[in-house]
């Protein structure tokens, strides 16, 4: 994406970086390492990360029904993460496995996009985050199903499928919140507004990107670009919610370089594994 | 959407959950669950009673929909079929080689 979107270096727009967008560590070299290993860290850490946000609201949502329902589509992204870091491990070929990317690796060495690692909020928030992601996976699944990397193919096969019904709950949501109440409409609308300056990472090309191509990985941000816009449009307009501008985007998560809120996250997420290394249960 | 179509402040509208574990086999009820509307209902269902792999498909039926039976009919409505065996097809020998019956 061009300066004319106004792309932003996590850190480096020190005037417009809210308190909650520094990153915690500094810049750090281009070493990217293996792109097709990278790629698979992209893809993994993000569902790892969501999968995670949404399990803190086990026991805590609104409703029985829909405390479930978020429990469900946690299970679904880590296990999506699982086949993804696994495979990950088997490409890099040090001997880590989908336990060791996900729990002995530091906030530096995450490659998911700054907009999953977001707090949870409230139900709106959460609704929100999961929909403008699960509109995105939805279509990156679509294109790695038919893909040439057999391994990422079939965790995409199925993977799309657990998508296409989030994007249906997540969708369904925005929808009844956005044309609810007063309140639940300014809740939502409010959550699209903070959220909106993650969306343009999602959309970012880099050498990575390019790389991958060479293993038959072929993910054209700008073929997909329109079909979100599309999906995302549409959901807007049902729901009387009003599209934010797309400025002061903010990005770094695909290099490390991420929000404070992966810190605390990771504390949680690790502490038990970290503290009873090859503990079985 | 309205904020009429939720049932008051806390509580939604109850539904029933139906679910065809296979192809072909009858709906069976699974239980129940609250929800703003069918569309709502069928996702909760989903969750609620069909993550496991359980069902092929599902119905939701609003519960206010349904007439049901009160325990205090249980002796017109059922007692009568107990005593009378000849209702039953029990006194015809059964062919060789059937099985299941």
Redesign the interface.
């Known amino acids: 994406m061009s300066a004319a979107h106004g792309d932003e270096e996590l850190g480096i727009a020190a005037g417009e970086a809210s308190a909650g967008t520094r990153p915690v560590a500094g810049a750090r070299g281009p070493d990217l390492g293996d792109p097709l290993v990278e790629c698979l860290l992209r893809l993994g850490d993000d569902r790892l990360i969501l999968g995670h946000r949404l399990s803190e609201w086990c026991g805590h949502g609104p409703i029985l029904e829909e405390d479930i329902a978020l429990s469900n589509l946690a299970l679904d992204l880590i296990g999506q993460a699982a086949s993804l870091l696994r495979l990950a491990g088997e490409v890099e070929g040090r001997g880590r496995d989908e336990d060791a990317l996900a729990y002995f690796r530091d906030g530096v060495q995450f490659r998911n996009c700054l907009l999953v690692e977001q707090p949870n909020g409230d139900f709106g928030v959460t609704m929100v985050r999961q929909f403008l992601f699960d509109a995105h996976s939805v279509l990156v699944w679509e294109a790695l199903a038919a893909g040439g990397h057999p391994g990422l193919a079939a965790v995409a096969g199925k993977a799309l499928k657990e998508d296409k019904y989030h994007l249906r709950h997540s969708s369904e949501w925005v929808v009844r919140l956005g044309d609810g109440t007063a309140e639940s409409h300014a809740r939502v609308q409010r959550a699209l507004d903070d959220l909106w300056r993650f969306t343009g990472e999602l959309f970012r090309r880099d050498a990575v990107d390019e790389a991958v191509a060479a293993h038959g990985i072929a993910l054209d941000a700008a073929a997909i670009r329109p079909r979100w816009d599309a999906i995302v449009d549409d959901v807007l307009a049902r729901a009387t919610l009003v599209r934010p501008a797309d400025a002061g985007m903010r990005h770094g998560g695909r290099t490390g370089r991420h929000t404070e809120h992966l810190g605390h996250l990771l504390a949680t997420m690790q502490i038990v594994a970290r503290s009873h290394p090859g503990a079985a249960w | 959407?309205s904020?009429g179509a939720i049932g008051g402040d806390s509580h939604?509208p109850l539904w029933e959950v139906f679910t065809q574990g296979n192809q072909g086999e009858p709906f069976e009820h699974a239980g129940s669950?609250?929800?703003?509307d069918a569309?709502?209902a069928l996702?909760?269902a989903?969750?609620?009673y069909a993550?496991r792999g359980e069902a092929v498909n599902l119905w939701v039926v609003p519960s206010s929909a349904i007439t049901a039976s009160a325990p205090g009919d249980a002796g017109p409505f059922f007692d009568p079929g107990n005593d009378k065996a000849y209702r039953h097809p029990q006194f015809y020998k059964v062919p060789r080689g059937v099985k299941v019956f």
């Open positions: 959407m904020a939604w669950l609250h929800a703003t569309e709502h996702q909760n989903r969750d609620v993550r």
